[in-house]
């Protein structure tokens, strides 16, 4: 049986907390330390399938500043953080950009958009 100890971050508490599947075929999952239902469902979450918020900047020409800050719109799979990064590397935009304007859309093939976040030119 694999186990995975990991800290809550859903509340300041920071909860220390162990997730370990009791019964894999019925897809269950044993959860210590947790003090409340968030931070259950948080620890699973993060077991089975972890996600991040990417945020970072983008290139942007005939602007006043030479980037512009982006995020993804949803989290995605921990696992393409990085070649998001890339992705986000290869992106030149042209200003005028506007709050919202979409950078890159359905972020490699996950159904998630970058979108920028202020305006900028
Ligand atoms: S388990 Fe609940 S109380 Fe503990 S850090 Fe997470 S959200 Fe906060």
């Known amino acids: 049986m694999t186990e995975k100890e990991l800290i809550c971050i859903v509340c300041p508490l920071g909860c220390k907390m162990t997730v370990k599947e009791s019964s894999p075929e019925a897809g269950q999952y044993k959860v210590e330390g947790a003090q409340c239902a968030r931070g259950k469902k948080y620890a699973v979450e993060e077991y089975t399938n972890p996600t991040r918020m990417v945020t970072s900047t983008v290139a942007v020409k005939n602007a006043p500043l030479p980037r512009v800050p982006v995020k993804t719109a949803r989290p995605i799979p921990k696992g393409l953080v990085l070649r998001c990064m890339e992705e986000l590397n290869r992106v030149e935009l042209t200003a ?3 709050i919202g304007d979409i950078v890159i859309e359905n972020l490699l093939g996950t159904g998630v958009d970058v ?6 030119g």
């Open 96 to 98: 005028p950009v506007k």
């Open 115 to 120: 979108i920028a976040t202020r305006d900028l």
